[in-house]
Structures are given as structure tokens and as C-alpha cells.
């Protein structure tokens, strides 16, 4: 499950944090969860990181549009030549407050 907002005036939802609804404009936003599954958005490896994560690389960072809409960034599981842009994902763990996506079967 994925935390995000929900605008209490039209349903959308947004992610975390939001401060008022980028659809409707209200300021009515109740934490709500949803199950964490949607399509891959955009990707990119990251091959030379920053010195708190050089064990883990190589790893690729992901955009991900949630069903309801809303994107939210994680890190996608598999290796770039399975990946491509529309793909179902879904949560597969959160580790570190980072949500880590794998390829839906
Ligand atoms: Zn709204």
C-alpha cells in the first residue's frame, strides 16, 4: 500500500507531500492509501551515485503513474532491457521510506 492524499472536494489523489488539490485547487486533502499498483512513467539507471547508496548501484529510478493518476517516484526492480515506459508495475516493498516497484506478472 502506498500513502497519498485525496482531495475531499473532487477524489483525486496526490502525492505526499501536497498542500492543496492540483486539480480542483481545494485545500481538503485526507492521507488515504491505495494498493500501489500503476504504469511505468519514465525510468533512468543510476550507475555513479551519491556516496550513501555506492553499494547499490547500478539501480534504476522510476516515475510511476498510480491508477487515480497520481506519480510518484520509487526505484524499479529487473534490468533495463525488460523495462519500457507504460509497463504494469506494483509495489513490491518499501525499504528506507522508498517505495521499490517490480514488474506486474
Ligand atoms: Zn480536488
Do not use: W
Request: charge should be negative; charged fraction near 25%.
Amino acid at each position: 500500500m502506498i500513502k497519498v492524499l485525496q482531495c475531499s472536494s473532487c477524489g483525486k489523489i496526490h502525492s505526499i507531500p501536497g498542500y492543496h488539490c492540483k486539480s480542483c485547487k481545494s485545500e481538503k486533502l485526507d492521507e488515504t492509501e491505495v494498493p500501489g499498483k500503476g504504469t511505468l512513467y519514465t525510468y533512468s539507471t543510476v550507475h555513479v551515485p551519491l556516496a550513501t547508496h555506492e553499494k547499490e548501484a547500478p539501480y534504476t529510478v522510476a516515475i510511476i503513474e498510480l491508477e487515480g493518476g497520481c506519480k510518484i517516484t520509487g526505484r524499479i526492480l529487473g534490468t533495463v532491457d525488460k523495462l519500457s515506459v507504460g509497463l504494469l508495475v506494483e509495489v513490491n516493498e518499501i525499504k528506507d521510506e522508498v517505495y521499490i516497484f517490480r514488474l506486474s506478472d
